[in-house]
């Protein structure tokens, strides 16, 4: 197996945290008070979320699958061999459906896991190599930015970057002035990592029923809710924090002016949060709420525009009988 496998690890310097902080800092000062989404996967929240998967509310994923069963050997025919190249990899469940399509195309086939979370990377390489034997797998440990900034050099077979599960929907929009937002950094930064000929593998939850959406992100076993006030316990371990997840209540709403779920913390009363290792103090009112993550919900004209404007051109695209999920092939 080892001869197949590799790890490049993208955030190994001491004081790395440090500067990770940054993010936390600026989140927190801002009104409303907000944290990076990132920050939810560590090693229990990457296992809380993929019992979020699981949850019969939570109809993304098994959407996102059943699509994914339909389309992979076209999306292989399409594109021909390719490196596969996964952000956010997580437990690689429905990129499965993928790889099972590649190898069948493509003698040697190269998959590259992009994960923050490095417990969850590891376990979900060493399974695929038992279980994927032309299969090489070299997993990358850091952020989207870092892992896009180190891609390895492209070798004969062009790449397919594999965005999935509707997380480019945690990207804001929103424009501060004349800076550019989330989102139109995410793409800037992508198409400066591919080459013209690269693809790019985008899947995405679309606008639907309100009810529909706040029952997936407010499910009744309560889930949510621990994988949301799962962030404060990342923080107290990353900064030295004294958040107390007692004092703090999930809450999950749709806005629909910006087409959007907004997740918040609720502080139950006024307290101060001592952030050490920041040399930071938070102080919140009672009733104040923190927005921990957005999930956008795309109209697939208005996405396929957006990706124009950044040289991504739709190849193809492919959705549930209902139009609740879809998954986009783009090219550059
Ligand atoms: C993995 C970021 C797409 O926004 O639906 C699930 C995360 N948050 N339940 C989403 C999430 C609450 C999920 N993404």
């Known amino acids: 197996q080892s001869d197949r496998l590799q790890w490049i690890v993208l955030n190994p310097h001491p004081g790395a945290s440090e500067r990770e902080g940054a993010d936390v800092l600026e989140g927190l000062s801002q009104t409303p008070k907000t944290l990076p989404c990132r920050y939810f996967y560590d090693d229990l929240g990457s296992l809380l979320f993929e019992q979020i998967t699981e949850l019969p509310e939570y109809y993304p994923t098994r959407l996102e699958q059943q699509i994914l069963e339909h389309s992979a050997a076209a999306i292989a025919q399409r594109t021909g061999p390719c490196d596969l190249i996964e952000l956010g990899s997580g437990s690689s469940r429905k990129t499965r459906l993928l790889l099972d399509a590649y190898c069948e195309i493509d003698p040697h086939p190269t998959y590259y896991p992009i994960d923050v979370s490095r417990g969850i990377l590891k376990q979900t390489a060493h399974r695929l190599l038992t279980q994927y034997l032309s299969l090489s797998v070299v997993g990358l440990a850091g952020t989207y930015r870092q892992a896009l900034e180190h891609l390895p050099a492209p070798d004969q077979k062009p790449r397919l970057l594999m965005f999935l599960g509707s997380t480019l929907g945690n990207l804001d929009t929103q424009r501060l002035g004349q800076a550019p937002s989330e989102q139109d ?81 609720e502080s139950q009363r006024q307290q101060d949060v001592w952030l050490r290792t920041l040399d930071f103090t938070l102080t919140l009112q009672p009733g104040e709420q923190i927005r921990t993550e957005i999930s956008r919900k795309f109209e697939v004209e208005a996405l396929t525009a957006t990706l124009l404007r950044h040289h991504l051109q739709r190849v193809n695209l492919w959705q549930d009988q209902q139009g609740w999920f879809a998954v986009l092939l783009f090219r550059y």
């Open 185 to 265: 950094v995410f793409f800037q930064q992508v198409t400066s990592a591919l080459n013209p000929g690269d693809y790019l593998l985008l899947g995405v939850d679309l606008q639907k029923p309100v009810t529909v959406l706040e029952r997936a992100y407010n499910d009744s076993q309560g889930i949510t809710a621990q994988f949301n006030l799962n962030i404060l316990r990342h923080l107290n371990r990353a900064f030295a924090g004294t958040f107390n997840l007692d004092q703090f209540t999930h809450c999950a709403r749709y806005n629909p002016l910006e087409h959007q779920i907004e997740m918040y913390l």
